[in-house]
Nanobody, 123 residues
């Protein structure tokens, strides 16, 4: 069972950028498609981004398309989410997940999660 630990969250001003990282241990991310979801207070989890095992295919939620980019780094067993042009509505706890789907496209695509990292976008 892979253990995932997210990091890189924090407070950022609207229009700013932030990069989240997800470190895996106890297994290799090469065995899984990976991705990110987020959850704001009082709201359901929302799909953010997914990447397949080879990194040749990615998929993004409509609300982040063109602003967020997902990468996977097999050499150090991590997945990152580069977030730009951040908005107040991006404020949420962000979770990294593993998926046995070919390319995760929804929250239900994921089987396991990390503990999350908080992102707050505010002036």
């Amino acid at each position: 069972q892979v253990t995932l630990v997210e990091s890189g969250g924090g407070l950022v001003q609207p229009g700013g950028s932030l990069t989240l990282s997800c470190a895996a241990s106890g297994g290799t991310i090469s065995s899984y498609a990976m991705g990110w979801v987020r959850q704001a207070p009082g709201k359901e989890r929302e799909f953010v981004a997914g990447i397949n095992r080879s990194a040749f295919a990615t998929h993004y939620g409509d609300s982040v398309k063109g602003r967020f980019t997902i990468f996977r780094h097999p050499a150090n067993n991590t997945v990152t989410l580069r977030m730009t042009s951040l908005r107040s509505e991006d404020t949420a706890t962000y979770y990294c997940g593993t998926s046995t789907s070919t390319l995760p496209m929804r929250v239900a695509s994921f089987q396991s999660w990390g503990q999350g990292t908080q992102v707050t976008v505010s002036s």
